[in-house]
């Protein structure tokens, strides 16, 4: 299936395409555009568009898109659930909420500047997520 999103990935709109590569779907196709382009090309394209303005799987009250996925989806992996208090607390600009979050900001911000394309930052991080989601199952395990 074909996702689409807004273009200049942060940390939903990378937390988002690992989650639905690794939980949702594993065939992904994963288009990033303009802000302005997504509803459109989501509709030419026939792809799920997310994290933007007007679609479904977009921020929900105090949940970011990673969490709306997560309920949608009906994920109940607890260490998902970790990782989605991360996830949203670095993308919502409320650190203080998590003691990892703001690494996870930084992190973000530092393969945004040294991966301006979309593509190959998404690919590049996901290693990062699958640490991040490793380390998430130790702390829920215990």
Known sequence: MKWITRSH????????????????DSEAEFLF?????????????????????????????DLCTFEVIIKEYGLTDRALHRMAAIVNAADTDNLDRDPVAAGLEAIAVGYSLRFPD?????????????????WCRLQVAA
């Open 9 to 24: 990935v942060h940390v939903d709109r990378v937390a988002c395409p690992w989650l639905i590569t690794r939980f949702v």
């Open 33 to 61: 555009v303009p802000k302005k382009q997504v509803l459109d090309l989501a509709r030419e394209n026939s792809a799920i568009p997310f994290d933007t303005p007007g679609a479904d799987l977009h921020h929900r009250e």
């Open 118 to 134: 979309d593509m190959e930052n998404i690919e590049l991080q996901f290693e990062v997520y699958d640490a991040l989601y490793a």
